[in-house]
């Protein structure tokens, strides 16, 4: 049962262009969201996070935004550039700080090509 | 560089062999995963291990078990090792509860089972 569901496999946009990246889940108890970027040959890195308590976070080029009603997030980026082009998992905790343990459950990844 | 670091970056073994995949965190997290990223399944985590002392099964522990040698390293041993369990293997480190902070990962071991 995948609890986060990133159904687009692969997306390509042109440089300069918005890259709208999408991630569904299905567990309630999931109160905190992240986004990683994954080059080949490297562990992912941290992008950037949202709790349940907000429906949008911005980090530069970067904002994730949160329908928890519908529950989905997605990541735009905006401006788009080559060096974005990389595969981007959003990943989802319940409960962080307590019993959870800060266990992640990742979606399947995305691969982001943006074209110069 | 502090960091988390995966050894061996890569590993063939034939079917039935076992092997060690090591990891070391200098951040002084209390809590360590170890996870296998396979082509469209995402990340899954194998074992965690909250803190010093305590590990717990992931979402696919089976053919697997773990060591928390101490609060940098977290082993992930492979008893007989089988084809299904080819896959790029990777550890991370985060601070006890706070998910929220991200997970620092390693470069991953790129392990073939023939």
């Known amino acids: 049962d995948q609890q986060v569901k990133q159904n687009s496999p692969s997306l390509s946009v042109q440089e300069g262009r918005i890259s709208i990246l999408n991630c569904d889940y299905t567990?309630?108890?999931?109160?905190?969201f992240l986004w990683y970027k994954k080059y080949p040959a490297e562990g992912p890195t941290f992008l950037i996070s949202i709790s349940s308590i907000k429906d949008k976070n911005e980090d530069g080029r970067f904002t994730v935004f949160l329908n928890k009603s519908a529950k989905h997030l997605s990541l735009h980026i905006v401006p788009s550039q080559p060096g974005d082009s990389a595969v981007y998992f959003c990943?989802?905790?319940?409960?962080?700080?307590?019993?959870?343990?800060?266990?992640?459950?990742f979606g399947q990844g995305t691969i982001l090509t943006v074209h110069p | 560089n502090a960091g988390v670091t995966q050894t061996p970056k890569f590993q063939v073994l034939k079917t039935g062999q076992s092997m060690t995949l090591q990891c070391a965190q200098d951040m002084n997290h209390n809590s360590m995963y170890w996870y296998r990223q396979d082509p469209g399944m995402g990340l899954r985590l194998i074992y965690y291990?909250?803190?010093?002392?305590?590990?717990d099964k992931g979402e696919v522990p089976n053919g697997y078990n773990v060591s928390r040698l101490n609060k940098r390293e977290f082993s992930l041993r492979l008893e007989s090792a089988a084809p299904s369990q080819t896959s790029v293997y990777f550890c991370a480190s985060s601070e006890w509860g706070e998910a929220n902070y991200g997970y620092t990962f390693g470069s991953g071991t790129r392990l073939t089972v023939v």
């Open positions: 291990s909250a803190s010093e002392g305590t590990t």
């Open positions: 567990n309630s108890m999931f109160d905190y």
């Open positions: 990943a989802a905790s319940a409960g962080a700080g307590g019993t959870s343990y800060g266990k992640l459950t």
